[in-house]
T-cell receptor, first 114, second 114 residues
């Protein structure tokens, strides 16, 4: 069964550094998402992306965050200047067209900011 | 605005016993509802979804959930728990717009005792 893949599985970075989290969505999916889960907290929506532009974003997704689909397969999340509170598990997800079609999630990237 | 409340952050059952994980939602539009399961160090896997067809929804691994509009509930059940069911379970609601952004509940950790 096709799946969403995320790399790396674990990323450690120093405060103030830029990080790029990478995702390869399922190939025929057109909607892409990033969610995050701070340890012990809820899974939170960050951003959705369709037709090469952001369709929705949450308050968390401020100017420090950006997303890009640099080619036909990858979907990336960039954090320009990481803060300690950015430490979390970041999940990429994708879905096909159609209302109610479910999101398929990757295994996540655990980001640790020191 | 949408929200999801999962009653009980931890539920413990004996192997072979009934599993009942509670989920109540709030939505200003007819909701799409989902249950996801997260095994340790893994991503979110879709268990089942409700998209306005049958109110009783059957999912993978013997789980099912019933949509009750009058109670704004979507509780997850399984007649007989297995040790392998131990995981964290998340209820989620999405809007009907093209973004299909998911709002998650806080999660319920299911523990299964031998």
């Amino acid at each position: 069964e096709p799946e969403v893949t995320q790399t790396p599985s674990h990323q450690v970075t120093q405060m103030g550094q830029e990080v790029i989290l990478r995702c390869v969505p399922i190939s025929n999916h057109l909607y892409f998402y990033w969610y995050r889960q701070i340890l012990g907290q809820k899974v939170e929506f960050l951003v959705s992306f369709y037709n090469n532009e952001i369709s929705e974003k949450s308050e968390i997704f401020d100017d420090q965050f950006s997303v890009e689909r640099p080619d036909g397969s990858n979907f990336t999340l960039k954090i320009r200047s990481t803060k300690l509170e950015d430490s979390a598990m970041y999940f990429c997800a994708s879905r096909e067209t159609g209302h109610g079609s479910p999101l398929h999630f990757g295994n996540g990237t655990r980001l640790t900011v020191t | 605005a949408q929200s999801v409340t999962q009653l009980g952050s931890h539920v413990s059952v004996s192997e072979g016993a009934l599993v009942l994980l509670r989920c109540n939602y709030s939505s200003s539009v007819p909701p799409y509802l989902f249950w996801y399961v997260q095994y340790p160090n893994q991503g979110l896997q879709l268990l089942l979804k409700y998209t306005s067809a049958a109110t009783l929804v059957k999912g993978i691994n013997g789980f099912e959930a019933e949509f009750k509009k009058s109670e704004t509930s979507f509780h997850l059940t399984k007649p007989s728990a297995h040790m392998s069911d131990a995981a964290e379970y998340f209820c989620a609601v999405s809007n009907n717009n093209a973004g299909n952004m998911l709002t998650f509940g806080g999660g319920t950790r299911l523990m299964v005792k031998p």
